[in-house]
């Protein structure tokens, strides 16, 4: 490709590029978060439980939603190639063996997996939604299924301008899939290539386990377009769509799914990402698969990868959810 960008994660002792690298700067051991008993502190919109220790936030549990906001080591999120800016954040977005709902802290099995997700730091959500930018390195699983590296958003329109969507998780997989309620097959002119909610359900479906349905009907799992999952996907609807622009930035929370509507039909929500927390200008910046810069992206070309400066996005952002 010729416009080569990439996504990496860097340690505070930079290391020679590349592979990417998941880097850990600060010491769970030696946090103040070990010297006292853990708190459980409801808080409302959205319901949640907040898990304090020494007065640190150590995660964040909200109700009917598996994903769990983890506070860690700092990591920082680039794409020097996309946008000058970058992402420094504490926050670990991990999936629950099951929604979280209120009085579950005693639960055997949420103190096994919290236990353990709290010393984890194998990719996340976070770190496996930057495995799919351009230039990112491939790497195959053992069926020999390239499961990461550089993803296409579609290939090239008939007309030679522009890209065509409805790629899947599985044409970039290149195999077929059978969920509850369909079967699928892959395009082989789709082989690499995800568009935006193609991109959301490799990275919470297929890489993180999620459950994914094969058509938009309401049912267990995560389905296939983005109005389908703003309007009943799994977890809980953080804002809803009054088809009007949307300004809650602090409901938000890293791995969040935000919504838009950026083409001809203003009633469908037609574009999705993933929130990635504020960047270092203060902004908050989202990763989505792109037409414009051809596959996921976190970066500026072709619109700015925020919520709120007033740019493309930002003036067609409508909705929010927390799977």
Not at 57 to 70: C, G
Request: hydrophobic letters at 35%; charged letters at 25%.
């Amino acid at each position: 490709m010729a416009l080569a960008i990439g996504v990496w994660l860097y340690l505070d002792q930079r290391r020679p590029e590349p592979p990417p690298t998941v880097g850990i700067v600060t010491d769970r051991a030696g946090s103040p978060a070990t010297e006292s008993a853990m708190v459980y502190e409801r808080l409302s919109n959205p319901d949640r439980t907040v898990v304090r220790q020494g007065g640190a936030v150590l995660a964040v549990l909200t109700d009917n939603a598996s994903t769990v906001m983890i506070n860690g080591p700092k990591r920082t999120f680039s794409e020097p190639l996309a946008t000058k800016a970058s992402v420094i954040t504490t926050a670990w977005v991990r999936l629950a063996p099951q929604p979280w709902q209120a009085g579950q802290e005693n639960a055997a099995w949420f103190t096994d997996w919290f236990t353990k997700a709290r010393s984890d730091t194998s990719p996340d959500v976070l770190e496996v939604a930057t495995q799919y930018v351009i230039d990112a390195p491939a790497e195959m699983d053992a069926e020999g299924r390239r499961f990461r590296g550089d993803a296409s958003f579609g290939p090239i329109k008939a007309g030679g301008v522009g890209r065509k969507e409805q790629s899947d998780f599985y044409d970039y997989l290149g195999v077929p899939w059978t969920f509850s309620d369909a079967v699928a097959k892959p395009d082989s002119s789709r082989y690499g290539a995800v568009d935006c909610s193609g991109y959301l359900r490799l990275v919470f479906g297929f890489r993180m386990g999620m459950p994914l349905r094969g058509t938009n009907d309401p049912g267990l799992g995560l389905p296939r377009r983005a109005y389908a999952i703003a309007e009943h996907g799994p977890g809980v609807e953080l804002v809803p769509n009054t088809r009007t622009r949307v300004t809650a930035y602090g409901t938000l929370q890293p791995g969040d799914l935000v919504f838009f509507e950026v083409e001809d039909d203003p009633e469908i929500l037609d574009h999705v990402g993933i929130y990635l927390g504020l960047d270092d200008g203060g902004h908050h910046r989202f990763i989505s698969s792109r037409e414009r810069i051809d596959g996921p992206t976190m970066g500026d070309v072709g619109g700015t990868s925020l919520l709120d400066d007033g740019g493309h996005y930002s003036t067609a952002w409508r909705a929010a959810r927390r799977l």
